[in-house]
């Protein structure tokens, strides 16, 4: 069946780069997604890839894909205190359509 | 960007008693609507898809005769969780699809807690 896996937990160093990583098992995902949740808020689409690209940059942004090993990860450069947060992978099919989630990667800055 | 709301944001119930929840689209309509619910240090589940004048779509293992879901209008959608057991506590969380976009716009989510 549809399974995403990620990491539970990541520290880094305030203005290290953080690298979540994510593998997916559906080979027929179209959009690969990253979701950020904050306390109190609702989940955040932070940004997606469609399948059938390589890499994707949005300013401090990066998501690379390998869908050949189903491996997706997000790369945040010069990381800072308000990205304090849980980051989920996710996948979906069609638009519109369900969306399949990780568990959420916890996210934790060392000043 | 888009915004949805969830109310309550917190509600204790005691076990047998009916809670609705409710969750609204504040600035956009949507015809395409999921809830989800999250256990702590869990992924969401989905517990069904509902599209604005139609029966929802539940996911496999979810009671729909449990989880009542009304999806009134293109703005309001409720979750009902009838006959509450202590192991329906957990966090649900709505989300809505406008019209062919890729992205969700999802509520901050209710904590249900059933004593």
């Known amino acids: 069946g549809e399974d995403v896996e990620q990491s539970l937990f990541l520290s880094v160093r305030e203005g290290d780069s953080s690298v979540i990583n994510c593998t997916y098992t559906?080979?027929?995902?179209?959009?690969l997604y990253w979701y950020k949740q904050e306390p109190g808020a609702g989940l955040q689409l932070l940004t997606y890839i469609f399948s059938n690209m390589d890499m994707k940059q949005d300013q401090r942004l990066t998501v690379l894909l390998n869908k050949k090993d189903k491996h997706l990860s997000l790369r945040i450069a010069d990381t800072q205190t308000g990205d304090s947060a849980i980051y989920f992978c996710?996948?979906?099919?069609?638009?519109?359509?369900?969306?399949?989630f990780g568990k959420g990667t916890r996210l934790h800055i060392l000043p | 960007g888009a915004v949805v709301s969830q109310h309550p944001s917190w509600v204790i119930c005691k076990s047998g008693t009916s809670v609705k929840i409710e969750c609204r689209s504040l600035d956009f309509q949507a015809t395409t609507m999921f809830w989800y619910r999250q256990f702590p240090k869990q992924s969401l589940m989905l517990m069904a898809t509902s599209n604005e004048g139609s029966k929802a779509t539940y996911e496999q293992g979810v009671e729909k005769d449990k989880f009542l879901i009304n999806h009134a209008s293109l703005t309001l959608s409720t979750l009902t969780v009838t006959s509450a057991h202590p192991e329906d506590s957990s966090f649900y969380i709505c989300?809505?699809?406008?019209?062919?976009?890729?992205?969700?716009?999802f509520g901050p989510g209710t904590r249900l807690t059933v004593t």
């Open positions: 989300s809505f699809s406008p019209g062919g976009s890729v992205e969700q716009y």
């Open positions: 996710a996948e979906g099919e069609n638009r519109d359509d369900k969306i399949i």
């Open positions: 559906d080979s027929s995902s179209t959009y």
